[in-house]
């Protein structure tokens, strides 16, 4: 059997297998914060000290983001959940990356999520995995350095004035377990493996020394791909109609995150 209808033979069998009193419809709007250290890896031109370094022809630094998100889903009984994401998201690095600013920018994306096994305890004990991507583009106008040996052995300093445009995708595969507590109501946490692809391009225009504009075409990827994240879901009402989601994330990326949810 092929792997997609083998995949899809599967999902059914999750969903029609599932209770359907809790099936339906959510939405959740959401911010949060993530610092996550990336690197750049590129050729490098003559004299250039920033972008990479030149010796190596890679630079490592950290990103933060602020992101809002809109996530639209529908769940299949307790197995399966579809959703997609909508949003925005500002997109900052520091001094290795030249002081990048981007501003708010749409974010696009989307995930599922499959509980495998629920306990018929109490605690309702699950295992699950979840996928998700989001995609954005980030832009600003930045000013990198070059230095050159002048001809009475004095360095010579031009500074130009570059247009720069970062595509950013990022992957993640959550695997953990959750239960329903007295307490913490709806815990949860495990393990996350991400990765980032992306590239950084930069155009550098004319300038003193320069006639013609010429462009870096840099790969952008995350030098962490091993995670953990924890949280928790804390409904306002026994029919569990709405609450507020809290989640935080570690070691790939530093990140907090809270979320409304509206179950209908």
């Given at each position: 059997?092929?792997?997609?209808?083998?995949?899809?033979?599967?999902?059914?069998?999750?969903?029609?297998?599932?209770?359907?009193?809790?099936?339906?419809?959510?939405?959740?709007?959401?911010?949060?914060?993530?610092?996550?250290?990336?690197?750049?890896?590129?050729?490098?031109?003559?004299?250039?000290?920033?972008?990479?370094?030149?010796?190596?022809?890679?630079?490592?630094?950290?990103?933060?983001?602020?992101?809002?998100?809109?996530?639209?889903?529908?769940?299949?009984?307790?197995?399966?959940?579809?959703?997609?994401?909508?949003?925005?998201?500002?997109?900052?690095?520091?001094?290795?990356?030249?002081?990048?600013?981007?501003?708010?920018?749409?974010?696009?994306?989307?995930?599922?999520?499959?509980?495998?096994?629920?306990?018929?305890?109490?605690?309702?004990?699950?295992?699950?995995?979840?996928?998700?991507?989001?995609?954005?583009?980030?832009?600003d106008r930045i000013a990198?350095?070059?230095?050159?040996?002048?001809?009475?052995?004095?360095?010579?300093?031009?500074?130009?004035?570059?247009?720069?445009?970062?595509?950013?995708?990022?992957?993640?595969?959550?695997?953990?377990?959750?239960?329903?507590?007295?307490?913490?109501?709806?815990?949860?946490?495990?393990?996350r493996l991400s990765r980032?692809?992306?590239?950084?391009?930069?155009?550098?225009?004319?300038?003193?020394?320069?006639?013609?504009?010429?462009?870096?075409?840099?790969?952008?990827?995350?030098?962490?791909?091993?995670?953990?994240?924890?949280?928790?879901?804390?409904?306002?009402?026994?029919?569990?109609?709405?609450?507020?989601?809290?989640?935080?994330?570690?070691?790939?990326?530093?990140?907090?995150?809270?979320?409304?949810?509206?179950?209908?």
């Open positions: 059997m092929p792997l997609m209808q083998l995949t899809l033979a599967v999902l059914l069998f999750l969903c029609f297998s599932a209770p359907y009193s809790i099936a339906g419809p959510y939405i959740e709007f959401g911010a949060g914060v993530t610092t996550r250290s990336v690197a750049e890896e590129g050729l490098t031109a003559e004299g250039e000290t920033t972008l990479v370094d030149p010796a190596t022809g890679v630079q490592e630094g950290k990103v933060d983001s602020t992101r809002v998100l809109a996530e639209i889903g529908w769940t299949f009984g307790d197995r399966v959940q579809l959703y997609g994401n909508v949003g925005g998201v500002n997109l900052r690095g520091g001094a290795a990356f030249d002081d990048f600013r981007g501003d708010v920018d749409v974010m696009l994306g989307g995930g599922l999520k499959v509980n495998w096994y629920t306990s018929p305890s109490p605690s309702r004990l699950s295992a699950f995995t979840d996928f998700s991507a989001l995609t954005f583009n980030a832009e990198s350095n070059f230095v050159f040996d002048g001809t009475t052995g004095e360095e010579s300093f031009v500074r130009r004035v570059a247009d720069e445009k970062i595509r950013w995708t990022e992957y993640t595969v959550k695997l953990g377990v959750s239960m329903v507590h007295p307490v913490l109501d709806r815990p949860y946490g495990g393990i980032v692809d992306g590239s950084d391009t930069v155009t550098f225009r004319p300038g003193a020394g320069f006639e013609t504009a010429d462009r870096r075409k840099l790969d952008l990827e995350e030098t962490s791909n091993f995670g953990l994240f924890a949280g928790t879901t804390l409904f306002f009402d026994q029919q569990e109609k709405a609450g507020i989601n809290l989640e935080i994330s570690l070691i790939d990326e530093a990140s907090f995150s809270a979320a409304f949810r509206l179950n209908f």
